[in-house]
């Protein structure tokens, strides 16, 4: 039996296959360009592996339809990405397999996907941000994705403005929510370089700590969870984490107990292989289920 898995990202896909034990025997990424052409690179991937493919496990950038009761399940809805919009991902699928899928956000992905990681086999709880072009948030509690079918909007939570901030975001919903303020392109509004070029002195990185320590005294008042892991490609400046740990000290004021600060706001354990892993979870889980 082979499980399949993408990763469907706004910038580019990871489609791999794997043994029931999770070992990864092929991977391939794809340009994440219109659905036609990027669609017809994931099916040829999986059309391989045909005879012996017993489900697919599916992680979308958002917005989606996670809802399996809903008419429009499966479906990619309002994204800025127009060539996606309304993109009926699962039965374009469907058309080319006629096997079962899982069907939920990259973010929800990765959580899962930390989740049953070897790091995390004593965690009962845990949330998972990626803070890359977009903020996203997922939060598994005993196993199970809160927001049921559905799946959170974490990322948009209002936060309080830095004192030292007068940037006015760049979320065109909310303007200056998490995301606005904290995502890749705040960075990039903000001072026309991206985060990986800007130096690790430089005030901004205090600032975004600041904004992301808010989001992880959020999560602990409303979740309580075990650890809260910060992914994507902002959080691969390392010296974010002692600074947001600081930071969510001086908000917190022990308030909340969380125990051990380098265990509970930490890195993902699995690196940029989280939501792969997450997706491989969910689609055995529903087939043993099945
Ligand atoms: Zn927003």
């Known amino acids: ?33 219109d659905p ?4 017809t690179q994931v099916v040829d991937f999986f059309k ?9 496990g599916i992680g979308s950038f958002g917005p989606i ?36 899928m899982t069907f939920t956000s990259d973010v929800n992905a990765s959580a899962v996907g930390e989740f049953h990681s070897v ?25 199970e994705l809160i927001g049921g079918q559905g799946f959170t909007e974490m990322g948009h939570q209002l936060i309080k403005r830095h ?5 006015e975001g760049t979320c065109p919903y909310h303007g200056d929510c998490l995301e606005g ?9 903000r001072y026309e370089i991206e985060g990986k070029d800007l130096a690790e002195d430089h005030a901004y990185w205090e600032i975004l700590a600041y904004y992301l320590a808010q989001c992880a005294v959020n999560t602990t008042q409303f979740y309580t969870p075990d650890k809260i892991i910060f992914g994507g490609g902002v959080m691969k400046q390392e010296h974010l984490f002692p600074k947001i740990r600081e930071q969510f000290k001086a908000l917190n004021q022990d308030y909340m107990a969380v125990g051990d600060l380098e265990c509970y706001i930490t890195g993902p354990s699995l690196g ?18 099945a």
């Open 1 to 33: 039996m082979i499980l399949g898995a993408i990763e469907a990202g706004g910038t580019k896909f990871i489609c791999a296959v794997a043994d029931e034990q999770f070992n990864v025997t092929e991977r391939i990424t794809i340009k994440t360009t």
């Open 36 to 39: 036609e052409t990027t669609m």
């Open 48 to 56: 391989q592996y045909e005879t012996d493919l017993a489900g697919i």
């Open 65 to 100: 339809d996670a809802k399996t009761t809903s008419p429009t399940y499966g479906h990619i809805t309002s994204t800025p990405k127009l060539k996606w919009r309304n993109f009926d991902f699962l039965n374009f699928l469907k058309g080319y397999f006629d096997i079962p």
């Open 119 to 143: 790091e995390n086999q004593e965690v009962e709880s845990l949330v998972y941000y990626t803070v890359g072009t977009g903020i996203g948030g997922g939060a598994v509690q005993k196993g």
């Open 163 to 167: 004192s030292d901030d007068d940037y």
């Open 181 to 189: 303020l904290a995502a890749g392109p705040a960075i990039l509004g």
């Open 272 to 289: 940029d292989d989280a939501a792969v892993l997450g997706c491989l979870e969910m689609i055995k889980a529903a087939l043993s289920d």
